[in-house]
């Protein structure tokens, strides 16, 4: 049996990242700040054996605890999927630097930044002693980070900027155990959030004006390319990019 972790698996991305990877085989732990929205996924997924539970991901001792119960309740984790995210938006758009203040800044980081961090120390200590086979560590950037953003703040673009660094050290030190390291950068994909990035315009023709493949990315689009490198198939990809974007950014 392997077992999935999934933070921000309450909604969205994270949700069909669960259902993903639980079709697939998987035995998942779906991982969100809203409790109880974490505990319906886990509800819906086929297969028995799956948990719903609390996180606050920014927080060291929430992060420890949720392991904690995870490893105790199911077994060692083998794919930690760091989904979790936060964009804060001033009076419902993108703030300009000159108007992001400090508490912004830290809590955009705290979500987006600090939380795949202590996501991955806690997997890395708990991997060092019991380890796993085909171990997967997947965090989340955006093409926001890549092309700046457009309707995203300094500090989602920073912070997601960030997490491939982070990501790229994470893979170099995980190598050793046999545990692999990715990024997915989602372009635009229709969700809930983007459409508050949007400032509630809803999906219009300029909307995907610049997408070559002429469409939003859906959830499922992201949560293929999580279940590939969740996979064994995936045993010899680390400290990458892999981008989901339907052409909107082409490296």
């Not at 991901?57 to 904690?68: D, K, L, Q």
């Not at 019991?130 to 980070?145: K, L």
Request: contains cysteine; aromatic residues 4%; charged residues 15%.
């Amino acid at each position: 049996m392997r077992v999935a972790l999934v933070t921000g698996g309450g909604r969205g991305i994270g949700r069909e990242i669960c259902r993903v990877l639980a079709s697939a085989g998987l035995t998942v732990a779906s991982a969100d700040i809203d409790e109880a929205s974490a505990r319906n996924t886990a509800a819906s997924l086929p297969g028995d054996g799956h948990l719903g539970l609390h996180v606050d991901v920014a927080n060291e001792a929430s992060v420890e605890a949720m392991f904690e119960r995870v490893e105790t309740a199911i077994g060692p984790v083998a794919v930690l999927v760091s989904n979790a995210g936060r964009l804060l938006l001033h009076d419902g758009r993108r703030p300009l630097v000159t108007e992001t203040s400090l508490d912004n800044w830290q809590d955009t980081f705290a979500v987006n930044t600090v939380g795949p961090f202590l996501g991955a120390r806690a997997y890395l200590r708990r991997r060092s002693e019991t380890p796993v086979e085909h171990g997967r560590i997947i965090t989340f950037s955006s093409v926001a980070a890549q092309l700046g953003g457009y309707n995203a703040s300094a500090a989602y673009i920073a912070a997601k900027a960030a997490v491939i660094g982070l990501t790229k050290a994470v893979a170099r030190e995980a190598a050793p155990l046999g545990i692999t390291a990715n990024v997915i950068a989602p372009g635009l994909i229709d969700t809930d959030m983007m459409k508050l990035a949007a400032g509630g315009a809803g999906i219009t023709a300029a909307t995907t004006a610049n997408v070559p493949l002429g469409r939003l990315g859906q959830p499922a689009d992201v949560a293929a390319a999580v279940a590939f490198l969740a996979s064994p198939a995936s045993a010899y990809i680390t400290g990458t990019t892999i981008d989901v974007n339907g052409g909107y950014r082409m490296q």
